[in-house]
C-alpha cells in the first residue's frame, strides 16, 4: 500500500462535521409539536418515524424522518448514539428536564449520550431525515482516543480515486469517513471486528473479500451495509458518481 500518504482530519472535517451533545433523540410522524408533554416514554421501535435499517446485538440503525413542524414521542435511549443528518436539519431536543435547539448541516454528525427519553421537535418547514446509530456497549466519547475533545486523528490515506480518514475514535468504536470518486479503489485492509457502512449518497459498490466472491451492493443514501468482522477485504465504487461513506468499527 505504497500510495497511502497520512492524512489528518482536516481534510475530512470540511466535508463531515463531528460534535458531541449531551443528548439524544427520537421521532414521530405527523404528530403536531404540540400537546405531547407528558406523553409515556417508548422504544424506538415503536415510533413511527424510526425506521429500522438494522439491528442486532450490536448496534441499532433507524432511519429517523420526521415532518415538517412535527414532534416525536419522547424515545428511549438506552445507549450513546451517533445522529448524521441527511440535510440542513434545525430541531429542538427535549426532555423531562431541559429543552435546547441543534442545527445540523447535510453530513454532519453529532454524538449524543444515552440513558434517559427525549423528544424530537422539527422546528423548520422541511422535513427531517436523519440517521441513528445506538452502540449497545456505548461509545464513551468523554474519553476520545483522537477526534472530539482530543487531538486530531491521524492515521488518514489517500490514493487514486480515493480518500480514508478516521474522525474519530475511542475504546468502544472508531468512526471513519471514505470517499471513493468512480472506479475508486479503497485498497485491501483489515477489520479486526465487525463493523457498518452507511452510505451516504446513492451508490453501487464491490466488496471483494479475501478469498471470496466478490460481493456487489446497490445503496441508497442512508442504507447500511453490515460486515462481520474480522474481515480482510478490498471495496470499490462500480458506479460512474462519487460514494461517499462512514463507516463504524465496533471494538467491544
Known sequence: MGSRVLLGVVLI??????????????????????????????????DPCFHSELQNGTVKIFRVQVAAHASTSPDIHQ??????????SVFKVK????????QMAAGELQVFKGGWAERLINTSDAPLDLV??????GIDPEHPECGLAAAECRDGEFGDGFTSSTLFETHKIKLSRVDLGP?????????IQSHVLVALAD?????????????????????????EGPEEHTLTNSGDKDAPIITVEFKE
Open 132 to 137: 441513528e446509530l445506538e452502540v449497545e456497549s
Open 183 to 191: 472506479g475508486g479503489v479503497l485498497p485491501k485492509h483489515s477489520h
Open 95 to 102: 426532555s423531562e428536564f431541559n429543552s435546547r435547539s441543534v
Open 79 to 88: 445507549h450513546d448514539y451517533i445522529v448524521l443528518s441527511f440535510g440542513n
Open 203 to 227: 451508490m453501487k459498490l464491490s466488496d471483494q473479500e479475501t478469498g471470496k466472491d466478490a460481493e456487489n451492493l446497490q445503496l441508497k443514501a442512508g442504507e447500511v451495509a453490515w460486515h
Open 13 to 46: 472535517a470540511t466535508l463531515t462535521t463531528l460534535t458531541i451533545a449531551q443528548g439524544r433523540k427520537g421521532a414521530v410522524a405527523t404528530s403536531s409539536a404540540a400537546g405531547q408533554s407528558g406523553a409515556t416514554p417508548i422504544a424506538m421501535d415503536a
